[in-house]
C-alpha cells in the first residue's frame, strides 16, 4: 500500500509540488490566457473518460454520449476560472461538472420542466480557510490511494452507484443481491477509505 | 448548528447524482447549513472522481474535437469575481431560486389553524416539494406517512416524540411512521417537507381532510 500523507511531514515546496499537476497546469492556462493548446491538451486527455462515463450503463446512445462530452468540454472552457488546484484535482473538477451535465441531460430526455439545474444542487463551494483547503486536499489524496485497497465486491458496486448512475436499490436488483447487502457494502468501503462521517 | 442529518447511503446517492431532484434539493439545502456534511460530500465526490480517471477511455475523434474547438468563441469564460455559493445563515440560494422572493412573497394554504402549506416547484413529477409554515407552539396534527417523508428545519425549530429539531435539522420518515409535530413556542417554525405521497391524518378531528390531502408534485 502506498504511504498516505500523515498531516505532519512534508514541506511546503513538496506540498506545492503535488498540487500541481498537468491537468491543473493546463485548467490554469485556460483560464489566464484562454490558452487552445492547453485545452486541446485537456480535451485529449478527458474527452475519452467523459465519453466512458456517458456510455456507462448503457445510459446514453453514442450520439448523445458525444453531445455530452461537448457540452462538458465547453463548461471546462467557461468555468476554468473558477477552478482551485488548491482545493481539488482537476479530474475531482471535470467528473462533476461531467455528473451535473449527465443529470441535466436525462431530465431534459426525460421533458423535466425545472427552474433548477444540477449546479444549483451543488453551488461552487466559497473560498475556504487555507486549512480547510489542505485538509480537504489531503483526505482526496487518502481516498485516491485507499481505493486502490478496495476489494472487488465493494468497488463493483460503487461503480454501479457512480459510473452508471444506480441507485442503491437498483444495483442490488441487477447484481441479483439483497438491498442490505448493497448498503453495507457501501458503506465498508466508505469506512476503508476513512471518510469522515462524525456524528 | 444542524443534529440530525442524512444517513451515509443518502450523501453517497446524493454525491453521485442519483437522487430524484427534489430530494437532492432537499440534502443540497442541508449541506447548505452543515459544515460536516459537506466535507463528507466532497470525500464522497472525489471517490466518484477516482473511479471516473480509471474508466477505460472510449475514442473519441478530431471532429469532435474541431466542433467544439469552433465553439468556444460563443461560450466567452466566466468571471468569478463574486461567486455565489454554500450561503450559511442565509436562505440557501437554491430555496431563493424556487421561491423566487422570500417568505412572505409566496401563496400559503390555510390546512388548520396554525399550519399553513406553500406548493414549490421544482419540475420532478414524482415529489411534493413543500414549505411548511406551523405557528410558534402550534401542532401539526398525528398523522403518519404513506411513503418517505424528508423533512429539513429552515427557520425556528419544532419537536415530536423522538426529539427537538432546529435550523438545518434533516429527518427522513418511513412509511408508517406516526407523529405529531409541534413547534417551538419563541417563534414560528419553517420547514421544508418532501413527500411522494400525501399525509394521512390519524386523529379523529382532522381524518375528514385527508382525501383533500392531495399530493401536489412537479
Given at each position: 500500500m502506498a504511504e498516505i500523507?500523515?498531516?505532519?511531514?512534508?514541506d511546503p515546496q513538496e506540498l506545492a509540488g503535488r498540487r500541481t499537476d498537468e491537468w491543473s497546469e493546463c485548467l490554469v492556462l485556460i483560464a489566464a490566457n484562454q490558452d487552445r493548446a492547453a485545452f486541446t491538451r485537456f480535451f485529449r486527455h478527458f474527452a475519452p473518460l467523459i465519453k466512458a462515463f456517458a456510455l456507462a450503463g448503457s445510459s446514453l446512445s453514442a450520439s448523445l454520449a458525444d453531445e455530452l462530452v461537448q457540452e462538458v468540454m465547453l463548461k471546462v472552457w467557461q468555468k476554468?476560472?473558477?477552478?482551485n488546484p488548491e482545493k481539488a484535482a482537476a479530474s475531482t473538477w471535470v467528473y462533476t461538472i461531467a455528473r451535473n451535465c449527465r443529470t441535466d441531460m436525462f431530465r431534459r430526455l426525460q421533458k423535466f420542466d425545472t427552474p433548477l439545474a444540477e449546479e444549483d444542487v451543488f453551488p461552487d463551494q466559497e473560498s475556504e480557510e487555507p486549512f480547510a483547503l489542505l485538509q480537504g486536499k489531503r483526505s482526496e489524496e487518502r481516498v485516491r490511494e485507499l481505493?486502490?485497497?478496495?476489494?472487488g465486491d465493494q468497488m463493483q458496486i460503487l461503480a454501479k452507484v457512480y459510473?452508471?448512475?444506480?441507485s442503491h436499490a437498483e444495483a442490488a436488483a441487477e447484481l441479483d443481491l439483497p438491498l442490505g447487502t448493497v448498503k453495507s457494502r457501501v458503506r465498508l468501503a466508505i469506512q476503508k477509505l476513512q471518510i469522515q462521517i462524525d456524528r | 448548528m444542524a443534529k440530525f442529518h442524512p444517513e451515509l447511503d443518502l450523501l453517497t446517492e446524493h454525491a453521485a447524482g442519483n437522487l430524484p431532484l427534489a430530494q437532492a434539493a432537499c440534502v443540497s439545502v442541508h449541506l447548505n447549513y452543515c459544515e460536516q456534511c459537506r466535507r463528507a460530500s466532497a470525500q464522497l465526490q472525489s471517490l466518484g472522481a477516482t473511479l471516473f480517471e480509471g474508466l477505460p477511455g472510449e475514442p473519441v475523434g478530431d471532429t469532435l474535437l474541431n466542433m467544439v474547438l469552433a465553439r468556444l468563441d460563443d461560450a466567452p469564460p466566466l468571471s468569478y469575481a463574486s461567486s455565489a455559493g454554500?450561503?450559511?445563515?442565509?436562505?440557501p440560494a437554491i430555496l431563493q431560486r424556487l421561491m423566487s422572493?422570500?417568505?412572505?412573497d409566496l401563496v400559503w394554504k390555510k390546512i388548520t389553524s396554525t399550519l399553513r402549506i406553500s406548493y414549490l416547484k421544482t419540475?420532478?413529477?414524482?415529489y411534493e416539494f413543500a414549505l411548511y409554515h406551523i405557528k410558534a407552539g402550534g401542532r401539526i396534527p398525528e398523522h403518519t406517512h404513506r411513503g418517505p417523508e424528508m423533512t429539513l428545519v429552515l427557520e425556528g425549530g419544532f419537536s415530536d416524540a423522538d426529539g427537538s429539531y432546529h435550523q438545518g435539522d434533516f429527518l427522513l420518515r418511513q412509511p408508517g411512521d406516526v407523529h405529531a409535530p409541534t413547534a417551538v413556542q419563541s417563534e414560528d417554525c419553517i420547514c421544508l417537507a418532501v413527500l411522494d405521497a400525501p399525509l394521512k391524518f390519524t386523529g379523529m378531528p382532522y381524518r375528514w381532510m385527508n382525501p383533500f390531502l392531495q399530493l401536489q408534485p412537479g
Open positions: 500523507p500523515d498531516g505532519t511531514r512534508g476554468a476560472g473558477g477552478f481505493m486502490k485497497t478496495l476489494p459510473m452508471e448512475g444506480k | 454554500w450561503s450559511a445563515g442565509r436562505t422572493g422570500d417568505f412572505t419540475g420532478d413529477p414524482n
